[in-house]
Structure formats: C-alpha cells, structure tokens
C-alpha cells in the first residue's frame, strides 16, 4: 500500500492544478493482460508479423526489429497485437536490468504478435490513455518498482502475478491524455535529433571512405581542388610511432586540471593535477583493447597502459587521426589490437597542405557531430527531469 501524501506531482498542467488527487490503482487495473507463449515455430521468411521477444526492447523503450517474422497461424491468431496496446518484457538478458518491465506502445493494428516472456496489456480505454500508461511505465522511478521484484541471477525475471499488484498512481483521463501528448511530443523531438545524429555520422563514414584511396586506387575518390600528386601506401607500423608516458592513473579524482583518458566510448575518466602530456597536437590516443580513439584537445594524462599514445613524423595531427579512424582494425574481442593496427595497410598523401584540410575538415564534421550529441543528451536530460517531476 502506498503511503497516502503527496498524491499529486511536483509539476502539473494549468487547468489541472486545482482539481482532485491522484487516485491510486493496481498494474492489473489498467486493462486485460495475456502472458505470451513461444511461437518460434512459427517464424517464416517473409512473414506478415513483426515479432516481439525480448531482443525488441531497449533502453530507450523504443521497438527494435530484429527482422524476425511470423505467419498468420493457429498459434499466432491469438497473438495478434492492436494498435495502442501495450507489451512488457518479464526478463532480462542480463543481471543489470536494463530492460526488465520496460513497455512498448504498438503503433499499428494487424501489425505484430508478440512471443514468451512478454506480457500483453490490452488497456481499458474508458479509463486509461495508452499513452500516458506507456510514459508512466517506463519513467525510471515508476520502473524501479518492478526492478526491485526481480529474481535470478545471471539472467533476471519477474513473475507478472506479483507485478501486477504493484500501485501506481494515476489521474482523471482528460489529464492522463494532456502528459501522454505532452511526452509524446518530446519523444518525436528526440527522435528526429537521434535521426539527424545517425545522418552526420553515417555521412562522416561516406566521406572517410571517399576521402582516402580505397583498394587497389592510389588517389581518393573525392579531393579537395588543387591537388594531383598521387598517396602511398604505407603498413601504419612503418609510419606512427608510440610514446611512452608512465604516469598511470588508474583510479583518478572527480576534479583536477587535467583530463585522465581511458579506453573506450566514455575516454575522459577523471581528472588529476601533475605533470601532464604535453604534446598533445600531434598525438591519436589508441586503446589497445577496445580500438577506440581519441584526439585530445588540451594535455592529458591516461589511466593505463591499454592507451597507447601514437605520432607520425610528417603527418598533421588531425590527419592522423583521420587516417586511423579510416584503416583502424575491427574490434577482435578484448585482445592487443596495436600489433594488428602496426600490420594494417594505409593510403597516405605526403602533401602536408592536402593533411591539413583533411584533417580540418573531419575535426569540423566532428565538431557538428558533438554539437548533436549534445542537443540531444540534453533533451533526454529535460525529459528525465519532467517525468520525475510530472509522475508520482
């Protein structure tokens, strides 16, 4: 039983600021709920019928087609997910829990059928609005919830007989519709940001391809004007060259001077104070393991001996980096990939001018990547705010 204060939001809607209470119901209450059973028999090339299983949920709550398709059989008729509907995934993949209760909001009828460990709630229309029940469901706060009923270890589960008593608390439906179009709104706005990310990086890949002679040519595909001499090919390990910097920083502190950088796709692990890096133009941070790269903008120090620091005499530092984003190896697993980046044959113009808009040109393509990055974390960060703030 919840406890019985602060029954409304921290932040509501003008028109609704002076009306009732929340009132407080049962998961359960919120429609019909039908427990899915396995239909991997029933998979077929080319089938009618999107899937949904437990790969179709993300952290973002958005479906995700894994171009798994089912037939219209005796198994699936009954399977056959409406428009508005909402599923919810009972397991997990994993012991963190990323994705456990999170729920998908069909958008069309006649479209997907659903399989095991996914749980069918068909809403009562007269009471609920689907998309107000699709927000509060997954809203962090509202989902720790149903994290917290969950057993297992290496792969996590819920039981929906016990979810399904959980209390929520839920306003008249005139209200419910106005948050649902409310974040609905918001989510449109992030995914056309996440579209315009996918499109600057999806065309810096086109430009890193034309840019650099591809297999078997010795000039690129498309250059800058003015420039005729022919590229080299050259093994990266006959042209970079490591440099040794010692002071690893395993465990850095949250605020310093300077930047720690480790592997991966989050590279700043910390900060420190100290003697830093000091050449940092010219250098391509490579993680040994994981293939990641980073250019550093200011001196630096790394976290461990996973990042090598790498230079080439004669070439530009944006270019470099430019070039080893282009020839770097794909991930192999965790092993030592700089052996196999040494041996990785590369097309490189020895004309510095030519580096130098090359190398400028990426560093403002990804100058533009940032910029979107950022716009949309933020809107993630506006909306997390608004469901702790709008929800209770």
Same mark, same amino acid.
């Given at each position: !039983?919840?406890?019985?204060k602060?029954?409304?939001p921290?932040?509501?809607f003008?028109?609704?600021?002076?009306?009732?209470?929340?009132?407080?119901?049962k998961?359960?209450?919120f /429609?019909?709920?039908?427990?899915g059973?396995s239909? +991997?028999?029933? &998979?077929v090339? /080319?089938?009618?019928?999107?899937?949904?299983?437990?790969?179709s949920?993300?952290?973002q709550?958005?479906y995700?087609?894994?171009?798994?398709r089912?037939?219209l059989?005796d198994k699936t008729?009954n399977?056959?997910?409406?428009?508005?509907?909402l599923t !919810?995934?009972?397991?997990d993949?994993?012991?963190?829990g990323?994705?456990?209760g999170?729920v998908?909001l069909?958008?069309s009828?006649?479209s997907y059928?659903?399989?095991?460990?996914?749980e069918?709630i068909?809403?009562?229309? +007269?009471?609920?609005n689907s998309? =107000?029940?699709?927000?509060?469901?997954?809203?962090p706060m509202?989902?720790?919830?149903?994290? #917290?009923?969950?057993?297992?270890?290496?792969?996590i589960?819920?039981n929906w007989?016990?979810i399904?008593?959980l209390d929520?608390l839920v306003p008249?439906?005139?209200?419910?519709r106005?948050?649902?179009a =409310? =974040?609905?709104n918001?989510?449109?706005?992030?995914a056309?940001?996440?579209?315009?990310?996918e499109k !600057? #990086?999806t065309?810096?890949?086109a430009?890193?391809?034309?840019?650099?002679?591809a297999?078997?040519?010795?000039?690129p595909?498309?250059?800058?004007a003015? &420039?005729t001499?022919?590229?080299e090919?050259?093994?990266l390990?006959?042209?970079?060259?490591?440099?040794?910097?010692?002071?690893?920083l395993?465990?850095?502190?949250?605020e310093?001077?300077?930047?720690?950088i480790?592997?991966g796709?989050?590279?700043?692990?910390?900060?420190?104070? /100290?003697?830093p890096?000091?050449n940092?133009?010219?250098?391509?941070?490579?993680?040994?393991?994981?293939?990641?790269?980073?250019?550093?903008?200011?001196?630096?120090? @790394?976290?461990?001996?996973g990042?090598k620091?790498l230079?080439?005499?004669?070439l530009? /530092?944006? =270019?470099l980096?430019?070039?080893l +984003?282009?020839y770097?190896?794909e991930?192999q697993?965790y092993?030592r990939h700089f052996?196999?980046? #040494?041996?990785?044959?590369a097309w @490189?113009t020895k004309?510095?001018?030519?580096?130098v808009?090359?190398?400028?040109f990426?560093?403002?393509?990804?100058?533009?990547?940032?910029?979107?990055q950022r716009?949309?974390?933020?809107?993630?960060?506006?909306?997390?705010a608004y469901l702790?703030? !709008?929800f209770v």
């Amino acid at each position: !039983m919840m406890e019985q204060k602060n029954l409304v939001p921290k932040r509501r809607f003008k028109e609704f600021q002076n009306t009732s209470a929340w009132e407080q119901r049962k998961l359960k209450d919120f /429609g019909k709920a039908t427990g899915g059973t396995s239909i +991997e028999s029933e &998979f077929v090339d /080319g089938g009618k019928y999107k899937v949904i299983s437990i790969g179709s949920y993300s952290e973002q709550s958005v479906y995700t087609d894994q171009n798994i398709r089912a037939g219209l059989t005796d198994k699936t008729k009954n399977r056959i997910l409406n428009k508005d509907d909402l599923t !919810m995934i009972l397991n997990d993949k994993t012991a963190s829990g990323n994705i456990i209760g999170r729920v998908l909001l069909i958008d069309s009828n006649d479209s997907y059928v659903y399989n095991q460990r996914t749980e069918r709630i068909e809403p009562d229309h +007269e009471k609920y609005n689907s998309q =107000f029940l699709y927000q509060l469901l997954n809203a962090p706060m509202i989902r720790s919830r149903i994290i #917290k009923q969950a057993q297992g270890n290496t792969q996590i589960y819920v039981n929906w007989s016990a979810i399904s008593e959980l209390d929520y608390l839920v306003p008249n439906l005139d209200e419910q519709r106005e948050i649902g179009a =409310f =974040f609905s709104n918001f989510d449109h706005l992030i995914a056309l940001h996440q579209r315009k990310l996918e499109k !600057m #990086k999806t065309l810096k890949s086109a430009y890193l391809s034309e840019m650099f002679p591809a297999e078997g040519e010795r000039m690129p595909k498309r250059r800058f004007a003015g &420039f005729t001499q022919a590229w080299e090919q050259r093994k990266l390990g006959e042209v970079v060259k490591t440099h040794q910097f010692r002071s690893y920083l395993a465990e850095p502190n949250a605020e310093g001077d300077f930047e720690v950088i480790q592997q991966g796709d989050r590279p700043v692990a910390g900060y420190t104070n /100290g003697t830093p890096f000091e050449n940092y133009r010219d250098v391509t941070l490579f993680g040994d393991h994981t293939v990641s790269l980073y250019k550093p903008t200011k001196p630096f120090f @790394i976290a461990t001996d996973g990042v090598k620091i790498l230079s080439a005499d004669g070439l530009e /530092g944006d =270019f470099l980096f430019s070039l080893l +984003e282009r020839y770097k190896p794909e991930p192999q697993g965790y092993k030592r990939h700089f052996t196999i980046l #040494k041996n990785q044959g590369a097309w @490189i113009t020895k004309n510095v001018e030519e580096q130098v808009k090359i190398g400028t040109f990426f560093k403002n393509l990804d100058h533009l990547i940032t910029l979107h990055q950022r716009k949309l974390e933020k809107l993630q960060s506006i909306k997390k705010a608004y469901l702790n703030e !709008m929800f209770v």
